[in-house]
C-alpha cells in the first residue's frame, strides 16, 4: 500500500515563503505523475500544480511564476516550493499521485495559512 506524506506546512506572512515536501513510501515519484492540489474552506479542491514522470510541469494560472513543482526520484519525494505567498494561498494542500490505468494516491495534507 502506496502512502504519501505531506510536510512543510505552516503560518507565514503575505509575501513570504514555504517550502512543502511529499514523500511516497513506494518508487512511484519517478513513474506517476505527481501533484499538488488544495482545498480552502467552503471550496472545491483545486490542482495547484502536476509534475509528470517525464518532468513536464503545469501549473494553475492562479499560482504561475510563484509557485514550482519539483521532484526527487532517489528519495521519492516530491516538493512545492511556495514564494510571494498571498492570503488566498489560505488552503490544505493535498499531495496526489496517479498514472493511467492504476490506482490514485493521496496524501492526508498539511494546512498553509497566509496571514498577518
Known amino acids: 500500500q502506496v502512502q504519501l506524506v505531506e510536510s512543510g506546512g505552516g503560518l507565514v506572512q503575505p509575501g513570504g515563503s514555504l517550502r512543502l515536501s511529499c514523500t511516497a513510501s513506494g518508487s512511484i515519484v519517478r513513474v506517476y505523475r505527481m501533484g499538488w492540489y488544495r482545498q480552502a474552506p467552503g471550496k472545491q479542491r483545486e490542482l495547484v500544480a502536476h509534475?509528470?514522470?517525464?518532468?513536464?510541469?503545469n501549473y494553475a494560472a492562479s499560482v504561475k511564476g510563484r509557485f514550482t513543482i519539483s521532484r526527487n526520484n532517489t528519495n521519492n519525494t516530491v516538493y512545492l516550493q511556495m514564494n510571494s505567498l498571498k492570503p488566498e494561498d489560505t488552503a490544505v494542500y493535498y499531495c496526489n499521485a496517479d498514472r493511467p490505468l492504476a490506482k490514485t494516491y493521496w496524501g492526508q495534507g498539511t494546512q498553509v495559512t497566509v496571514s498577518s
Open positions: 509534475i509528470t514522470s517525464g518532468g513536464s510541469t
